[in-house]
């Protein structure tokens, strides 16, 4: 997540909002999802709450360019999806200035994160320095070979806009959709799903496992490797409710425990079901380049093996 480049992510919240509103044929309390092979109303905001998040979303935005608020990126307003003020009594922005990135481009680099740590990192360093401060870190997974760590900063660069930045399914643009985004701290349903149907569902949208194509597929935007990552982090934060501090906000405590016979990345090769899921995905998926073929794990970047990564973050629980 290091080499990106933040205006992709402007670009991508402001294309999300476009391509996504306004759909019709409402889903709400039909019992469209399934969880192990039963049919249930699929765990999603209530309207109120979503209508909230909206206008926060719109405030902050107001109030950053009346220089009452700084976002943290000189993304407006990124500091509402993460759902912790960025500003602090010491941190004082006027009015157009921004926090993100030191004085290049007018921001101050003032925010909290600047009175947490004693030297906010340079260029794009600072995305992930930002992250990590303002986001727990794990020292174990609960899908071996996946490291949540990394499948946190995909997450926040590329789901927060819909499932929101605690997972509720309460993004900004999550009422616009209907089907309403999926609240991915639900246990009582997310514990339920196996590795294979979460990968699935991931790496071909939603059309991949009978859902609606509201969930895009990120076969093209992720490697394998990462899609594992974002697994690990979503069970990491089964049953996570908002914190009432930040004690709680840094360390939450998951409800989920490894299935039994689940595939994962260091068995994925060797699992007849999850390859046949892959290889259906990957035929689905338009527009794919030499580099990014293959189910399986793919060389270069900034992704490590999963063997490596199972070394680095031992299976918790
Ligand atoms: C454009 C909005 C949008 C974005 C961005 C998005 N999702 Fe979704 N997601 C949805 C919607 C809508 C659904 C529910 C689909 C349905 O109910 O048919 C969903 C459903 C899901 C599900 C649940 C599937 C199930 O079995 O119930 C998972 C898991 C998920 N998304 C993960 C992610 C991850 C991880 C990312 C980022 C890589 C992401 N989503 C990005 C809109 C989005």
């Known amino acids: ?39 249930v109303e699929c765990p999603t905001q209530s309207d109120a709450v979503l209508e909230r998040a909206r206008e926060s979303y719109g405030k902050e935005a107001m109030d950053m360019a009346h220089g009452k608020a700084g976002s943290t990126y000189g993304i407006a307003p990124f500091d509402y999806l993460t759902g912790v003020g960025k500003r602090t009594d010491k941190t004082t922005l006027t009015e157009g200035e921004s926090g993100y ?57 590329y789901c927060i806009a819909c499932h929101g930045w605690m997972l509720q399914g309460d993004g900004p643009v999550a009422i616009d959709l209907d089907p309403r985004p999926r609240t991915l701290v639900a246990g009582r349903y997310m514990n339920k799903k196996t590795n294979l149907e979460l990968f699935t569902v991931i790496k071909g949208g939603g059309e991949a496992v009978s859902l609606s194509s509201s969930m ?45 016979g689940d595939v994962n990345p260091l068995n994925a090769a060797d699992n007849e079901d999850f390859m046949e899921a892959q290889e259906l995905i990957e035929a689905e998926i338009a527009g794919r380049g030499e580099e990014m073929q293959g189910g399986k794990y793919v060389e270069g970047g900034l992704r490590e093996r ?12």
């Open 1 to 39: 997540m290091k080499k990106q480049n933040l205006k992709i992510c402007v670009i991508a919240m402001a294309s999300l909002v476009a391509v996504w509103a306004g759909s019709s044929a409402s889903a709400a309390g039909k019992k469209r999802c399934t969880a192990q092979g039963v049919k």
């Open 101 to 157: 990135g030191g004085s290049a481009g007018g921001g101050t680099g003032k925010t909290e994160l600047w009175d947490r740590v004693k030297a906010p990192a340079k260029g794009e360093a600072i995305y992930d320095q930002w992250t990590n401060n303002w986001s727990p870190t794990f020292k174990e997974t609960l899908v071996p070979g996946a490291d949540p760590n990394q499948g946190k900063q995909w997450y926040y660069f």
């Open 216 to 260: 895009p597929s990120w076969g093209n935007y992720l490697q394998d490797q990462d899609i594992w990552n974002v697994v690990a982090w979503i069970r990491a934060m089964q049953d996570v409710k908002s914190p009432r501090d930040l004690d709680e906000y840094l360390n939450p405590k998951s409800t989920f425990k490894p299935i039994a």
């Open 306 to 317: 999963p063997q490596d990564v199972a070394k680095e973050v031992k299976l918790g629980n």
